[in-house]
């Protein structure tokens, strides 16, 4: 009897189990294919850059299924396309707990942390994508990227060989990533390896020719070379390709000065300054002291006029300006201007010597004497002082 009364709640607890799946029906054929169309829609939307209207069909694809990782996945893309890193990281996080061995999730994870400056949560992330993916070349990429950074804020740390080891594996399985060899090129310039350097900057030119960063990079190691005439060459390209970066009219104004183009020089300069809306000091700097070797003093003293004015506390623009009066013959306030200039810097002797060359043009001699000899006693003291 008792065996009998077990098999009949059996049977009882079965026919209702039944129809509480009666209840919710199995999803039909007609509905699959219109949960799947929201997630095409939204990959379509994303190829299209779309970004809204691929929040939009992510949106209804995660309502259709809020297990679906594919939905949190192409949200977070979208969020991350449109700037918003917090929507994005929130998104990327869910996708990756419905779905823990995501490696694309894992690397859009890492690529959100390194905006945030965080190297150690990129190399968690990018370790867990190549994990999951091994053949993932923008993998090894970002964490060499993080190792490198992870170097520079902790110079304790050496990740050296470990960011140089993915980048080495990225090339051998992709030899046309220009994104490895740019990397290592920095490594390598890190390192002072510069003859490597060039030959990794060399190869990510030959593959991305109109990435403009990659000139400027490689134009630094000829400069620092002393091969002025290439790092020219380099300078001009990066501009053709990226004209509104005032820094690089100034740099490459620089190197017209070294090889003695001081025409050209003085026209970068200039470019630089308009490039800069005016606020390229550095650049009023450059043309101000070559506009006094060119006989230009009004400029020269206009220009570090607009030093000064920025900041008082400049004495290398207060010397330039008193040189540029002086020039002009103006020696009370070229007199006033060396003396700003000694007060801001007590002990350089050039601005003694040029305010006694001053005191001495103003009739001044027993001043001007003061100075030179305040001038020789600085020259012939010891530069670090013996303890």
Known sequence: MARLKSRFFEIAILAGFACFLRAFPAESKEARPYRSRHLEQGLSALDRKDYREALRQFQFAAVDNPRSAV????????????????????????????????????????KLYESRKDPGRVVEDAGQAIRYNPGMVEAYCLRAKAYYMSSEIDSGKDNTRAGINDLKTAIRLDPKCSDAYEYLGVWQCARKEYKEALKSFNKAIELSPKEDKLYHYRSMIYSGLKQYDKAL?????????????????????????????????????????????????????????????????QVARDDFNKIIQANGFDDEAFKGRGDAYMALGDYA???????????????VPAYYQARSQAYLRAGRKDLAGKDASRAAELKAKPAVEKI
Not at 76 to 102: M, S, W
Not at 253 to 261: A, K, N, P, T
Not at 333 to 347: F, G, H, K, R
């Open 71 to 110: 939905a949190h996945l192409g949200r977070a893309r979208a969020y991350h396309a449109l700037g918003r890193k917090n929507q994005a990281l929130g998104e990327v996080t869910r996708a990756i707990k419905l779905d823990p061995k995501c490696a694309d999730a894992y690397f859009l994870r890492a």
């Open 233 to 297: 060459v380099d300078t001009s390209h990066y501009l053709e390709l990226n004209p509104h970066d005032g820094k690089a009219w100034l740099i490459r104004g620089s190197l017209y000065e070294q090889i003695g183009d001081r025409k050209k020089a003085y026209d970068d300069y200039s470019k630089a300054i308009a490039v800069g809306g005016g606020r390229e000091f550095r650049a009023f700097f450059q043309r101000g002291k070559l506009a006094m070797r060119l006989g230009k003093y």
């Open 333 to 347: 306030l070229a007199v006033s201007d060396y003396s700003e200039a000694i007060s801001l810097c007590p002990n």
